[in-house]
């Protein structure tokens, strides 16, 4: 019987430790919580004050929805119509540029401006596929730097990327760039006519009414005997690694949609950025050509010369900036 009693107590005291223990570690949890929440919050406080990370904008959008940014476009379109680019040779060289980030340098994009300029034979029309600037304020900088192709009587075509939505960025870049969804043809001295679609994917996503305007393009466009459908837009398709792990990526339901939608309409290519890596893939006969990023930090900066003819030639050429390279060497 003492040997029971005994137990019991035993028993009872070390229930009375094993809660103690779980109030302990549930308190350890609480507080390790606490530190954590702290912590998130002195660190959004510093990313979303310092005017180069918009943390809040990298998870989610708080500022114009993909439809109303569609909308403004559409205006612009409505008012001053489409471009034709005409008397063009058959085959022809285009220059394309993309994940600029202009922070305090512009190194890089004086390269890809000088090159092109340099090439009397280029295409009298640039690409850029998004993310010109890194942080606010800059796009004047951007331009600035981009002058001398519209003084040489050439021009370059813009879609937005995710950084030129950022710190409520839009209005800015509609004010200075006036659209980012639209088309414009190019037609050669033969008579071959090559149709070029600019899609603005900054938020990751097309939303309702681009993605209805862009069949509808399509369908209007679909008899009139394009040799290419070239399609241009930031955000790339297929995700094949974890560079680009926030929101502003396509989901995989709007991939097949478009891909989809891209192999009905005959699409040739579709540009992209915004991953800062080359890759070429082809799906349903659709070739996905993404850029490599042109900024100024990127350990290997390129821009993009695409050959247009009966097919493509891609070449990728380095901008290598020597004064950064001292600077790494000391």
């Known amino acids: ?86 008397d063009v040779p058959d085959e022809y060289r285009v220059y394309a540029m993309t994940d600029v980030h202009i922070d305090n340098t512009t190194h890089n994009l004086d390269k890809f401006v000088a090159g092109y300029l340099d090439d009397t034979e280029a295409a009298p029309f640039a690409l850029c596929l998004g993310d010109l600037t890194n942080g606010k304020d800059k796009f004047d900088v951007f331009l600035e730097h981009v002058q001398p192709v519209a003084d040489a009587g050439r021009k370059i075509y813009y879609t937005a990327g995710n950084h030129d939505l950022y710190f409520n960025q839009w209005p800015d870049f509609v004010k200075r760039f006036h659209t980012s969804t639209y088309w414009f043809e190019v037609q050669t001295v033969s008579g071959f006519k090559d149709l070029y679609i600019a899609l603005e994917s900054g938020s990751g996503t097309l939303g309702v009414d681009q993605r209805e305007w862009l069949e509808d393009v399509l369908k209007a466009k679909k008899n009139e005997g394009y040799r290419h459908i070239i399609v241009f837009t930031h955000t790339h398709f297929f995700k094949k690694d974890g560079s680009q792990g926030h929101t502003s990526n396509f989901n995989m339901e709007e991939t097949y949609d478009l891909a989809d939608l891209f192999d009905r309409y005959d699409v040739s290519m579709v540009l992209q950025g915004h991953s800062h890596h080359r890759d070429m893939t082809v799906f349903k006969d659709v070739v996905y050509l993404r850029l490599d990023a042109l900024k100024d930090a990127a350990k290997q900066a390129f821009y993009t010369i695409l050959t247009v003819g009966e097919g493509f030639r891609v070449e990728s050429v380095e901008c290598r900036v020597e004064s950064l390279e001292l600077k790494n060497r000391n």
């Open 1 to 86: 019987m003492d040997i029971l009693k005994d137990f019991e107590l035993k028993t009872t005291k070390k229930k009375k430790k094993m809660k103690n223990n779980t109030k302990y570690d549930s308190w350890r949890f609480l507080r390790a919580l606490r530190s954590v929440e702290m912590t998130a919050v002195v660190l959004l406080l510093l990313l979303t004050s310092c005017g180069k990370y918009d943390f809040l904008g990298m998870l989610m959008s708080f500022d114009e929805t993909p439809d109303e940014r569609f909308a403004q476009s559409m205006e612009y379109n409505d008012m001053n119509g489409y471009d034709k680019i005409t």
